[in-house]
Nanobody, 116 residues
Framework: QVHLLESGGGLVQPGGSLRLSCAASGFTFSNHGMSWYRQRPGKEREWVAGISDTGEITNYADSVAGRFTVSRDNTKSTGYLQMNSLKSDDTAVYYC?????????WGQGTQVTVSS
């Protein structure tokens, strides 16, 4: 059974950093790309970043490019989202997603709050 579990969220001051993790199980992680999304208060869920199965290809939303870095460790079946220079507008629940056999799987999300 596919399972994704995010962790690493919390409260951080503007300009600070956090690293989110997404631990995957139930499928061959190294054969699948993964994505990070977020849902800001009162807004729809939006795509943030994606990474290919090998980690060689990454893509970012304009709003986070240059501040966020997506990576993965296939030996640990874990993906990461390093978030630097955080802004209050980055406050959201962050989710990881994997598509396995044409079906999308989501984690439960982790709350990131950027506030002084």
């Amino acid at each position: 059974q596919v399972h994704l579990l995010e962790s690493g969220g919390g409260l951080v001051q503007p300009g600070g950093s956090l690293r989110l993790s997404c631990a995957a199980s139930g499928f061959t992680f190294s054969n699948h790309g993964m994505s990070w999304y977020r849902q800001r208060p009162g807004k729809e869920r939006e795509w943030v970043a994606g990474i290919s199965d090998t980690g060689e290809i990454t893509n970012y939303a304009d709003s986070v490019a240059g501040r966020f870095t997506v990576s993965r460790d296939n030996t640990k079946s874990t993906g990461y989202l390093q978030m630097n220079s955080l802004k209050s507008d980055d406050t959201a629940v962050y989710y990881c997603k994997a598509v396995v056999n044409l079906e999308s799987y989501w984690g439960q999300g982790t709350q990131v709050t950027v506030s002084s």
